[in-house]
């Protein structure tokens, strides 16, 4: 069993062109031997964004913190703690810090695809 703050986790930071603001951390993934699912944390900082992306595979998604938007069919919906987003494989989506505080969300991707 694992048990730990998530922010125990090795912090990636991105900020670019296409991802701007945004720190990831694969909090339970193969190094645990987790043999089905990845689970990551991404924060992104106020006026961060993610990649508009679409790929083979479906996620989920808790929104922790925050407040945010995420892309879904061509325009911005808002979210917030406590919302939960299912993305299809291959539907182009993109989550992007709406608000001041931090915007922290868990997202889950089957194992296969890159952990972060």
């Known amino acids: 069993m694992k048990i730990m703050?998530?922010?125990?986790?090795?912090a990636n930071h991105f900020d670019g062109d296409e991802m701007k603001g945004v720190t990831g951390r694969v909090v339970i993934g193969r190094a645990d031997c987790a043999e089905r699912f990845?689970?990551?944390v991404f924060e992104l900082?106020?006026?961060g964004f993610t990649p508009k992306?679409?790929?083979d595979w479906e996620h989920e998604?808790?929104?922790h913190s925050g407040?945010?938007?995420?892309f879904n069919g061509g325009e911005w919906v808002g979210v917030s703690s406590g919302t939960i987003l299912f993305i299809?494989?291959?539907e182009v989506h993109q989550m992007k810090n709406a608000g001041?505080?931090?915007f922290v969300f868990a997202c889950l991707i089957p194992s296969g695809p890159p952990e972060i």
């Open 61 to 63: 998604i808790f929104v």
């Open 67 to 70: 407040e945010g938007a995420v």
């Open 88 to 90: 299809p494989p291959n």
């Open 5 to 10: 703050p998530y922010t125990s986790a090795e």
């Open 38 to 40: 990845c689970m990551r």
């Open 53 to 55: 992306h679409a790929h």
């Open 45 to 47: 900082a106020s006026g």
């Open 100 to 102: 001041e505080a931090p």
